[in-house]
């Protein structure tokens, strides 16, 4: 197995989190030992698994991680090149080929990590310091002083408490979820040469992390698109939990559209490439990322560095859902039904609550019936917006793509919203 020569940057955020673990409560021992359910929403990005987590977190039924599973990956050396597979891809090797140490540290972070939205803020200014850390591995941000400043900025309204704090710790708004425009212009280019976080970057928010009582009785939900390619990984990680796959599908032509924006977008970077990326209508158009692989790495990606974007954009929509029907899924959404008005929405999330064993009442039902607004979306969903681009997105529709969308049940474009 494949061990990381830890960057320098990332050892020093290793360091900074030990000196906030302390303060950020105490974690369940065991952690991965005690979860007995495990539910992993399998999507391709830009699939729509951003809303569907942010609905189901409306419920007090069930578990989550604050944000992306992907740094506390890096953190141990889960990443590419450092995982040796070329890839997202991690299988159960990977799990029990860390190190003791990479291990504990993984899990001390997971356990700390987990848990449900809160109402309090009593432990927003450490989440909040803890984010900046991870968010901006190059600056050497000191983390009590992190502390100390989000402490004297703290409020509850959540996008106010964030700008402040960003902008006392003198980082760019623009690489955040934030709403509005943020002061002066897009930037050109990652937020830095090291990432742990793809922007743009997840907001500290409320937070209650979970207990024994929790892990015993609440499915655990992780959502983040490369885990269709992680699934033996999560197996192996979590040896005493049932793991679920929910699989959210989304048609190709409105998924490729939605990538297409990302790639174009001023964040989403992912993997920092030795070669420049020579595909058409990304490096040409923003020159100072084209040493940056967007969204996840599916296998076989070293094929499109000088495809056009379309294609590249295809490979990742086709790769993912490949990966996640190889492995296996437990239960299906489509991503239609969830922008297709309140009655259809709130049908497809009372059939996710039945599947998961949780009651479809109180805030779940709500969030269902009156929808949430959008989190990390470059525009707003809309039906058809693909057309805009309709003969780029046709171009990249190979006989593979367009029998992945027929078994996905696509076969009619008339589906395509």
């Avoid at 809303?51 to 992907?70: D, I, K, T, V």
């Avoid at 080929?97 to 972070?109: D, H």
């Avoid at 990538?259 to 020159?287: K, N, S």
Wanted: glycine content about 8%; some cysteine; proline content about 10%.
């Amino acid at each position: 197995m494949p061990s990381r020569t830890v960057d320098r940057p990332v050892a020093e955020v290793v360091r900074c989190l030990a000196v906030l673990r302390p303060l950020r409560g105490t974690p369940v021992p065991h952690f991965r030992a005690k979860v007995r359910d495990l539910v992993v929403v399998a999507s391709s990005s830009r699939g729509g698994s951003s809303m569907l987590a942010e609905l189901l977190r409306s419920s007090p039924h069930l578990l989550h991680l604050r944000g992306e599973l992907n740094p506390l990956l890096r953190l141990v050396g889960l990443d590419h090149p450092h995982s040796g597979t070329g890839s997202d891809v991690l299988d159960a090797a990977h799990w029990h080929g860390l190190q003791p140490r990479s291990r504990a540290l993984f899990e001390a972070e997971l356990a700390l990590d987990a848990g449900s939205p809160g109402t309090g803020v009593e432990n927003l200014a450490v989440d909040a310091a803890w984010r900046l850390v991870v968010q901006w591995p190059g600056l050497g941000l000191d983390p009590v002083d992190l502390v100390r400043t989000a402490e004297a900025v703290l409020d509850r309204d959540l996008p106010r408490f964030a700008r402040a704090l960003i902008g006392m710790a003198g980082v760019n708004p623009w690489y955040y979820d934030l709403p509005g425009r943020s002061p002066g212009p897009r930037p050109a280019g990652p937020p830095g040469d090291v990432l742990l976080e793809e922007p743009p970057f997840a907001l500290p928010r409320p937070w209650r992390p979970a207990d024994e009582h929790d892990l015993a009785t609440k499915p655990l939900v992780i959502k983040t698109p490369g885990n269709a390619y992680r699934l033996g990984f999560l197996r192996a990680a979590f040896p005493n939990a049932r793991l679920r796959v929910l699989h959210l599908t989304r048609n190709p032509a409105a998924s490729i559209n939605g990538l297409v924006d990302g790639w174009l977008h001023h964040g989403f970077h992912a993997y920092q490439l030795d070669e420049p990326l020579r595909i058409a209508g990304y490096a040409d158009v923003r020159p100072a990322d084209r040493h940056w692989w967007k969204f996840d790495l599916p296998p076989c990606w070293p094929a499109y560095t000088a495809a056009a974007l379309p294609r590249v954009c295809a490979h990742q929509w086709l790769s993912s859902h490949r990966a996640a029907l190889a492995h296996g899924t437990d239960h299906t959404v489509r991503f239609e039904d969830l922008i297709s008005g309140p009655h259809a929405r709130a049908d497809v999330v009372e059939r996710i609550a039945d599947w998961l064993g949780i009651p479809f009442d109180g805030p779940l039902k709500r969030a269902a019936t009156d929808g949430i607004a959008a989190t990390m979306a470059t525009a707003a969903p809309r039906p058809g917006r693909w057309r805009a681009r309709e003969e780029e997105i046709r171009s990249a529709l190979s006989t593979d793509v367009l029998a992945m969308a027929e078994r996905l049940g696509y076969a009619r474009e008339d589906d395509w919203i």
